[in-house]
């Protein structure tokens, strides 16, 4: 069974501060990773993927993975409240399978003004 | 479409019932999957379509489910018999291509059995 763990929070940060979320997954052969936002009662949106580790960048939102250790973040630079909202972390399964992402249950951010 | 776009964007049904939910992919999406999002748990997988096939519907849940996808475009998922189990928010995605390419995710259905 292919796992993907996340802190479920919540983790509350000031405004203007930099949040960092974390995520590990079960599955070694994995070669790429998903960073989505749930804000309630809507559905997920993709924000970030990596494939290569290392860091990626993205206006205030940067990724970061390390295969070595089974392990991918994201930060969230000068943090609003506007980004206040759940991040779920997905990993595409490796092999035949590699088209199924396996989520973890999401970390609750929240932002305090 | 610019987007997914899914219907109804609620269903409230009596038990025993069946439901037919409904999914359109972005224009030129070859990939489709339906998901499960029950309150307070994860993302649950459904079926992946590439194309019209179905190459794994290992996440149906029951026999009671089933889907199709036609003219490699909209995609529909049928509940038969509905159950107060059932009740979940069903979200469905399309990626360009299958494999490991981002996957956008449609409104999605909140599906409430009485």
């Known amino acids: 069974q292919k796992e993907v763990e996340q802190n479920s929070g919540p983790l509350s940060v000031p405004e203007g501060a930099i949040a960092s979320l974390n995520c590990t997954y079960s599955?070694?052969?994995?070669?790429?990773f998903f960073w989505y936002r749930q804000y309630s009662g809507k559905s997920p949106e993709l924000i970030m993927f990596?494939?290569?580790?290392g860091d990626k960048e993205d206006g205030r939102f940067t990724a970061q993975l390390n295969k070595a250790s089974q392990y991918v973040s994201l930060l969230i630079r000068d943090s609003q409240p506007s980004d206040s909202a759940t991040y779920l972390c997905?990993?595409?399964?490796?092999?035949?399978?590699?088209?199924?992402?396996?989520f973890g249950k999401g970390t609750l951010l929240t932002v305090n003004p | 479409g610019a987007g997914v776009s899914q219907s109804p964007s609620n269903k409230v049904t009596e038990k025993g019932k069946d439901v037919e939910l409904r999914c359109d992919p972005i224009?030129?999406?070859?990939?489709l999957y339906w998901y499960r999002q029950s309150l307070g748990q994860g993302l649950e997988f459904l079926i992946y379509?590439?194309?019209?096939?179905?190459?794994?519907k290992s996440g149906l849940p029951s026999d009671r489910f089933s889907a199709e996808r036609t003219g490699g475009s909209v995609s529909t998922l049928t509940i038969q018999r509905t159950q107060q189990e059932d009740s979940a928010v069903y979200l469905c995605?399309?990626?360009?291509?299958?494999?490991?390419?981002?996957?956008?995710f449609g409104d999605g259905t909140r599906l409430s059995i009485l």
């Open positions: 224009s030129g999406h070859t990939a």
């Open positions: 990596i494939y290569s580790n």
């Open positions: 995605a399309s990626s360009r291509s299958g494999g490991n390419q981002p996957q956008h």
């Open positions: 997905a990993v595409h399964n490796s092999g035949g399978s590699n088209y199924k992402l396996t």
């Open positions: 599955d070694r052969g994995s070669q790429s």
């Open positions: 379509f590439q194309g019209n096939s179905a190459p794994d």
